[in-house]
């Protein structure tokens, strides 16, 4: 694992985006797993800046999602795809048909997990995940558990991550109670991870997942076992 500590959420966002960039400009078609949450915000704008000065070129890239929350359109403010179009793909030259993110609004959502792992498998899998971290140790939504899941997966929310999440909507009780999220072996499969967490609130689980027992309990700490690992964190 590389541990990157630095001293502003400007700084963290620009390492992660370099990471990214670097990542692009090596192989045009790589496959990009993304993440939401306040904490990419910046790595996207960052990527955005870069793409405006003619450095970067999206074009071939392809985009898998972590999540999405059941029950939210495309369209819906709320939702992570929406989310993604107005933070990132509308502002680059990425062919929207290439970008992925699981559909919340399937009505067979046991389908949809297996459609979505057969996506990332026809893909070859993920050239380079961005990852955001949940106070408990959530990666995606994959929360904490006896066991860790493996494939794309139906989540019943923990109340910890409706209320952190109930900032983005209008009250607690508009945001969804389900999610649907890519499983652990998915993130684990793929070629390089670079996770962010962005504020002196993240320390604690920081130290718990990357400097504890690796444990279903904390998802991210499996993390501790992938070979190419970078954290980028701002916090002491
Ligand atoms: C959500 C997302 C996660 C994200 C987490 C942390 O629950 N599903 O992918 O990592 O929020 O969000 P933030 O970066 O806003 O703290």
Redesign the pocket.
């Known amino acids: 694992m590389k541990l990157i500590k630095t001293d502003s959420y400007e700084k963290l966002s620009r390492q992660a985006a370099n990471i990214l960039s670097a990542q692009v400009i090596l192989k045009p078609r790589s496959v990009l797993g993304l ?6 915000i910046g790595t996207y704008r960052q990527l955005i800046n870069w793409y405006n000065k003619g450095d970067l070129d999206f074009s071939q890239v392809t985009t898998v999602n ?2 999405e929350y059941c029950g939210l359109a495309a369209d819906n403010p709320q939702s ?1 795809r929406y989310f993604m179009n107005t933070n990132f793909f509308d502002h680059i030259n990425i062919d929207k048909n290439r970008t992925h993110v699981p559909n919340g609004l399937n009505p067979d959502m046991e389908a949809e997990c297996h459609r979505y792992d057969a996506l990332i498998e026809s893909l070859g899998g993920i050239d380079l995940q961005l ?5 408990n140790g ?4 994959n929360e904490p558990k006896g066991s860790f899941e493996k494939t794309t997966h139906i989540v019943d ?1 923990k109340p910890s ?1 409706i209320e ?2 109930a ?1 983005f909507f209008e009250s607690i009780d508009e945001v969804p109670k389900r ?1 649907i ?1 890519m499983g652990i072996k998915s993130i684990m499969n793929a070629k390089k991870i670079i996770l ?4 002196q609130d ?1 320390k604690e689980i920081v130290k718990r997942a990357f400097f504890g027992p690796v444990t279903p309990e904390v998802p991210a700490s499996i993390l501790q076992l992938h070979p190419d690992l970078t954290v980028i964190c701002n916090v002491d």
């Open positions: 993440a939401t949450g306040s904490s990419p972590l999540d992570y990852l955001g971290i949940g106070h959530h990666i995606g939504f929310l991550t952190a999440n900032r999610a999220t962010i967490a962005n504020g993240k």
